[in-house]
């Protein structure tokens, strides 16, 4: 082989890596970064039905944006949401892992029953769920059936209780999910330490509240990543059970976006929203990944 064709061989495993990966890339920054960039300026423009980028308002859609009475709604809804669904999924998982971890029989069966809701779209759980507390439809018909007739279960349709009901289906689709993460924590603990602390007379809750939680630490914060995330952006789960209603009591700001740019014809002040909401993931997010990152290179 000559030298020029070992060049061009050692060239082409140099970089031939980046050039299969380069289109993927290159779309990734255009539909992605350019897409946050083109929504950012938007955002700053007087859009209406259509992008008018021609004019250009600075920050004036952002004011108007925290002045609006339906995005105070939503982000009410949405710390009431997102506090229940990251706390009661982060708990339940957490059990729900100790008891597979306890080497149960059925274990097998029982992790792909608690993981299977989280193989459905949120548009599947929330049509199913709104079938289920449905007065008319639901648990609340089945029990006046059997003869239960003061038997009332009315959230749905209960602007006071509707954004619970919210909670309920997100928490059900999720904390199998939540569940599968703490497994994986508990079953990478070294067997070593709980066999020390069962010969030093510790109980079974002594050993998990002492020894084994505190090491999940990173668990945690990886299971409220995604949690928050996926609270943030909550819309086909709100849409689909909800739709948001009944009147705005379980608007969030996900479903927010969508009215203002799609049906009120506010794009400017729809595109803020989404700028709001994606420097609020990015907020979680980022220090999450820093923080990893700087762990690893210490490593």
């Known amino acids: ?10 060239w082409l495993r140099h970089h031939l890596p980046r050039l299969v990966l ?3 890339v ?3 920054i255009f539909f992605v970064y350019g897409f946050i960039l083109y929504t950012a300026y938007i955002s700053m423009t007087k859009s209406k039905m259509l992008p008018n980028l021609s004019n ?3 920050l004036d859609n952002y004011g108007k944006l925290w002045k609006t009475l339906n995005w105070q709604v939503a982000l ?3 710390f009431i949401f997102g506090s229940l669904y990251i706390i009661i999924c982060g708990l339940l998982g957490l059990f729900l892992a100790i008891l597979l971890d306890q080497k149960i029989r059925t274990e097998g069966f029982l992790r792909t029953t608690y993981l299977y809701p989280m193989a459905l779209s949120f548009i599947v759980t929330g049509t199913a769920w709104k079938w289920f507390l449905n007065p008319g439809l639901g648990l609340e018909k089945s029990m006046h059936a059997l003869g239960w007739e003061s038997f009332k279960f009315d959230w749905l349709i209960n602007p006071e209780m509707a954004i619970y009901t919210v909670v309920i289906a997100g928490v059900w689709q999720t904390s199998g999910f939540v569940m599968a993460m703490f497994l994986a924590g508990l079953r990478g603990i070294d067997s070593e330490q709980l066999k020390a602390a069962q010969l030093d007379g510790a109980s079974t809750l002594q050993t998990y509240w002492r020894i084994i939680i505190p ?5 945690f914060l990886s299971a409220f990543v995604v949690l928050a995330h996926m609270g943030i952006k909550s819309y086909d789960l709100v849409v689909a059970l909800t739709g948001g209603g009944p009147g705005r009591a379980t608007e969030m700001p996900a479903t927010f976006m969508y009215s203002y740019t ?4 506010q794009m400017g002040v729809g595109a803020a929203s989404a700028i709001i909401m994606l420097m609020t993931i990015a907020a979680i997010i980022v220090p999450y990944l820093y923080a990893e990152t700087r762990e690893k290179n210490n490593d």
């Open 26 to 28: 290159a779309m990734t």
């Open 56 to 58: 250009f308002i600075g």
């Open 76 to 78: 009410d809804n949405l």
């Open 1 to 10: 082989m000559s030298n020029k064709n070992r060049a061009i061989g050692d």
């Open 262 to 265: 799609f049906t009120r014809n």
């Open 215 to 219: 090491q999940l630490h990173a668990v």
């Open 22 to 24: 380069s289109p993927s």
